[in-house]
T-cell receptor, first 106, second 113 residues
């Protein structure tokens, strides 16, 4: 069963482009995490949100709990944004998506 | 401030051997957790702890044991390694449980032959 679906699976962008990564889930949740996994493997927490929108620098995360959907936006993308982005809705425990691999070309 | 420290970074085991993956955090976080990451799959929760002396199973606990004798340490034990346990293992902690941002260790790449 796929409780968490991320799209696209892979994304290649040119530097400066606006990026959107989508996350849909099928279970009732109380919050959702967005994580970034660097090419070297390290994982960093970007956002945790339960409603509305959060912004940190060039990154914006939105969530619509009723529609079971969240998006991660990157404005003015840069090659250093190249990474795998993972959404993780929180049911009883976190359920992780398979990730979206983003490559930003200079 | 070290954050979450995992050791070792790499390990090769033979089938049937046992070992312990170490995880330590210096942020006084109550919640700690272990995940495995396999190609083509999302991270999966193995075990977690909400405080010293309290542990619980996650999605894929079979073949693994944990204990939490102190707030700082949360070791993961492989009792009898199997090739199916070849994976990358991550430890993570947070101050307020699953409803708080997670801090991840750098991972341990384990190969079982």
């Amino acid at each position: 069963k796929n409780e968490v679906e991320q799209s696209p699976q892979n994304l290649t962008a040119q530097e400066g482009e606006f990026i959107t990564i989508n996350c849909s889930y099928s279970v009732g949740i109380s919050a959702l995490h967005w994580l970034q996994q660097h090419p070297g493997g390290g994982i960093v927490s970007l956002f945790m949100l339960s409603s509305g929108k959060k912004k940190h620098g060039r990154l914006i995360a939105t969530i619509n709990i009723q529609e079971k959907h969240s998006s991660l936006h990157i404005t003015a993308s840069h090659p250093r944004d190249s990474a795998v982005y993972i959404c993780a809705p929180l049911e009883r425990n976190l359920i992780f998506g398979k990730g979206t691999k983003l490559s930003v070309k200079p | 401030n070290a954050g979450v420290t995992q050791t070792p970074k790499f390990q090769v085991l033979k089938t049937g051997q046992s070992m312990t993956l170490q995880c330590a955090q210096d942020m006084n976080h109550e919640y700690m957790s272990w995940y495995r990451q396999d190609p083509g799959m999302g991270l999966r929760l193995i075990h977690y702890s909400v405080g010293a002396g309290i542990t619980d199973q996650g999605e894929v606990p079979n073949g693994y044991n944990v204990s939490r004798s102190t707030t700082e340490d949360f070791p993961l034990r492989l009792l009898s390694a199997a090739p199916s346990q070849t994976s990358v293992y991550f430890c993570a902690s947070s101050y307020g449980g699953r409803n708080s941002p997670l801090h991840f260790g750098n991972g341990t790449r384990l190969t079982v032959t």
